[in-house]
């Protein structure tokens, strides 16, 4: 079973890039700019979330299911899944339980993670309504830049770099035709090997 419906609780601590990197790539030598730039690399690393599906700094988020799982496990979205901090349920009283980690297996070695019960456990009752079960957990490569793949850090400086020297669409004075901001293709080819589809969206 995995959830639509997911919450930040804590946002990442640093950027995958830093000012220097994004400066150098995007041929800056002043300094007016960095308040913007250090945006554009917020941007492009949750840009970057967004496309990949994926956490790149640890950070932690809440996921909302409705029900316990028929399929046998809970899947977690935005990996890799670094750990499941509580996993939290109403139970026929309406009462908030917080369900043993005794008594689940968590499995962050798949992506996307899941939780499965361990062995002759069974999930317990929960009242049947919207959002019943709440699971805490904490997601992303590691702690700092270093963990992040090459290969993403270098698409989040394209993007950048590109939203830095194009600002703005730009309309042809005599045509009257306007070029958008541009995609930049190759960033999301780059992205792609890193890219995951989350189970029942393929």
Not at 14 to 25: D, T
Not at 26 to 39: I, N, R
Not at 86 to 111: C, F, H, I, P, W
Not at 140 to 166: E, F, I, Q, S
């Amino acid at each position: 079973m995995n959830s639509d419906r997911y919450q930040l609780k804590t946002s990442p601590s640093v950027e995958p890039l830093s000012l220097e990197e994004v400066k150098i790539q995007a041929k800056v030598d002043l300094d007016l700019d960095d308040e913007y730039l250090d945006g554009l690399i917020t941007m492009s690393r949750q840009y970057v979330e967004a496309f990949q599906n994926r956490a790149l700094i640890t950070q932690t988020w809440t996921a909302y299911f409705d029900s316990f799982p028929t399929d046998g496990f809970f899947e977690l979205p935005l990996p890799p899944l670094q750990n499941v901090t509580s996993l939290k349920y109403l139970d026929t009283d309406g009462v908030q339980q917080t369900m043993s980690s005794a008594l689940y297996r968590v499995d962050n070695a798949l992506e996307p993670g899941r939780i499965y019960l361990e062995y002759q456990q069974s999930w317990p009752i929960s009242r049947a309504v919207r959002n019943a079960i709440e699971i805490e957990f904490i997601c992303g490569y590691g702690d700092t830049a270093t963990t992040v793949p090459a290969g993403t850090k270098h698409a989040m400086m394209m993007l950048c770099a590109a939203w830095y020297d194009r600002r703005t669409a730009v309309v042809d004075q005599s045509s009257g035709n306007v070029t958008e901001l541009p995609r930049v293709i190759s960033v999301e080819q780059l992205l792609a090997f890193e890219r995951v589809i989350p189970l029942g969206r393929i």
